[in-house]
């Protein structure tokens, strides 16, 4: 188990709902990697992200689905790319199985 932190320190953690506008290839990365664009609504707008899901996901599956993220980390360089948020989910394994609403909501809803 990791260490326990406040109710304060984790209302810092700003996560948020967001739609996938766009999923790229990323080959340059060191591990099988995508890169995301995710619209978090008119308040944060579109962020990049790049995610190694390869295993379980297609391209053409991630358009259009709902994830969550953190997206008030700071920006994290990866290679050639600019990563702007940090998507969930759960780690198996080295396999990453999103976390995702379970029905529609409006992008950038906060997750609390």
């Not at 053409?60 to 600019?82: R, S």
């Not at 989910?89 to 396999?95: C, D, P, R």
């Amino acid at each position: 188990m990791s260490d326990t932190i406040s109710w304060a320190e984790f209302s810092k953690i700003d996560m948020r709902t967001g739609t996938v506008v766009a999923v790229f290839d990323f080959p340059e990365a060191r591990n099988p990697s995508y890169k995301l664009h995710i619209d978090f609504g008119d308040e944060i707008g579109i962020k990049k992200t790049s995610a190694q899901i390869t295993a379980k996901y297609l391209k053409d599956e991630l358009l259009g689905i709902q994830v969550v993220a953190v997206v008030n980390f700071p920006v994290k360089q990866i290679v050639n790319f600019m990563s702007e948020c940090l998507i969930l989910g759960a780690v198996e394994n080295k396999s990453v199985v999103l976390i995702k609403p379970q029905m529609k909501v409006p992008n950038g809803l906060k997750i609390s």
